[in-house]
């Protein structure tokens, strides 16, 4: 996290540890599936990548469709190892001419190191620019409107992109509408500072639950190479293309669409109070093997944790699920935004 961002998100009272920004206050807010929230996003990294061949370099590393991203299109995409299983889950997007992906910090190490392996001679720079923008998600009833009147024009559809005075605005999926900004340090500071009068400032717990009530996966350290795109339910959220040429894992990744042998899809989880698992944790049915891994858990203000999880499809019909072992605490499976 840039320093003077964190000295002024705690003037603010913000709760931060190890460069993320846990909460003000209750975590998560009792009302916060009602209100508009502003979130800080540092706990969020960003790969630049620059140079005459990105696009093409790009377009043989990711999951999607490179060529459909632009100034004003951003894209849900995954890179994959070898064997189809992804090594990360990021959003795409360009600003100022250099492409962006944004992950979670504690995969972006990793993940940049092996898309490095990859440049070879290609007109490619690739760096962490982690601190050299500061990010903010703002979400909930009402937010278009309030945000359009402090910048400007917004993107009017999902994965919509729009960069102008130094500030990038991306709309993400959400029942209600969702933004990602990125932008410089006071410019960020003075934005926050306005939409901070009218909405609950949050932490990240809270962001990552609105991408679980979304349906949106994300790969953490705990769950690298642990899931083929399809069954994170990548093709249910444009965050795969069956079109586009080679990228790694892509033979397989294709097998298993086109020959329809997907026996686990991600599901979204309601934990009971008191139990909090971690993304890789084994779901359980009746029986002593695991029948599905936790993808992300966060609190719900409702109540115990908001979960989803890669499960096997037979056992999530069946419908008795447990978290840890077969008499582990139940967990429940709720409605998706999205069919499968």
Known sequence: MIPEWQRFLEGAGARVESGKTLGFGDTPPRDMLERAI????????????????????????????VAQVCATRSQFTSYCNPKGRMLAILRLFIREDDYYLRMPREILEPTLKRLRMFVLRAKVTLEDASEDLVGMGYAGAGADARLSSKVGALPQVVDGSLTRDGLTVIRIPGPQPRFELYGDLEGMKALWSELDAEALASGAADWALLDILCGIPTVLAGTREAF????????????????????????IVARTHYLGKLKRRMYRLRIPQ?????????????????????????PHPAGGM???????IDAASAGEL???????????????????
């Not at 993304?279 to 858990?297: F, I």
């Not at 908001?306 to 096997?312: D, H, I, M, Y």
């Open 228 to 251: 083929v795109p399809q069954m994170a339910n990548l093709d249910r959220v444009d965050g795969l293309s069956f079109k586009k040429g080679c990228y790694p894992g892509q033979e």
């Open 274 to 298: 008191g139990v909090s698992p971690r993304p890789g944790d084994p779901v359980y049915g009746t029986a002593p093997e695991p029948v599905g891994t936790v993808v992300d858990a966060q």
């Open 322 to 340: 447990h978290l840890g072992s077969p008499e582990g605490s139940p967990v429940t499976i709720q409605t998706l935004p999205y069919t499968l």
């Open 38 to 65: 502003l979130c800080d996003l540092s706990h969020l990294g960003l790969i630049r990548a620059r140079g005459e061949e990105t696009a093409g370099f790009l377009q043989g590393q990711l999951s999607n469709d």
């Open 306 to 312: 908001g979960a989803l999880a890669v499960l096997r």
